[in-house]
């Protein structure tokens, strides 16, 4: 079965140290991943994807991840949170298998404290 | 540019009341979602439209009604909807619904069904 699993539903750190928000998958098929962030009441909006090109993928906003297929993992750091970092994480798979869907992670809150 | 717009921003409507949402994109997408998104939960997946034909619809009740009246426009109908149906909608868009193309997500209309 494709299913995709974000190990953390709340994570915290304090502003000025790393962040790390953890994203694990599980397919037979070759995947296209995505990491989105949803502000309170806003869209979702594309921080950065894998696509079978490099492993580390650098984002927007200082974020990136690497693709480890040995760990069938897509984890996302920044070396230094801020505040404005707080929102909701989804990582979100696609599988090469024809269709059209996402399969989204369950989120991960981040907080960001002063 | 990569906007999608949804119109309205928030939107209250009785049971027995008619409305619709519109999503519009001019980035030549042929591929266009609706997303319905909870709180505190990830998007759901409701219909998908490529190249202006529905391709997916993710057994969604009748009283929501989707519509794609040309490459860049996007409604959708709402007849006759329950409390439960109250949520964020998303609209989407993505070139061409392929395995690795990006979806865009607008900012989402806010429903409260009364």
């Known amino acids: 079965a494709q299913s995709v699993t974000q190990l953390d539903s709340h994570v915290s750190v304090s502003e000025g140290t790393p962040v790390l928000l953890r994203c694990n998958y599980s397919s037979s098929y070759s995947p296209s991943l995505f990491w989105y962030v949803q502000h309170p009441n806003k869209g979702l909006q594309l921080l950065l994807k894998y696509t079978s090109a490099a492993t580390l993928v650098k984002g927007i906003n200082g974020f990136e991840a690497e693709f480890k297929k040995s760990e069938t993992s897509f984890h996302l750091t920044k070396p230094s949170a801020h505040m404005s970092d707080a929102a909701e994480y989804f990582c979100v798979v696609r599988f090469s298998s024809g269709t059209y869907k996402y399969i989204f992670g369950t989120g991960t809150r981040l907080k960001v404290l002063a | 540019d990569t906007e999608v717009t949804q119109t309205p921003k928030h939107l209250v409507m009785g049971m027995t009341n008619k409305k619709s949402l519109k999503c519009e994109q001019h980035m030549g997408h042929r591929a266009m979602y609706w997303y319905k998104q909870k709180a505190k939960k990830p998007p759901e997946l409701m219909f998908v439209?490529?190249?202006?034909?529905?391709?997916i619809n993710e057994s969604v009740p009748s009283r929501f009604s989707p519509e794609c009246p040309n490459s860049s426009l996007l409604n959708l109908h709402l007849h006759a909807l329950q409390p439960e149906d109250s949520a964020l909608y998303l609209c989407?868009?993505?070139?061409?619904?392929?395995?690795?193309?990006?979806?865009?997500f607008g900012p989402g209309t806010r429903l409260t069904v009364l």
């Open positions: 439209y490529s190249y202006e034909k529905l391709s």
């Open positions: 989407a868009s993505s070139r061409q619904g392929q395995s690795t193309d990006t979806q865009y």
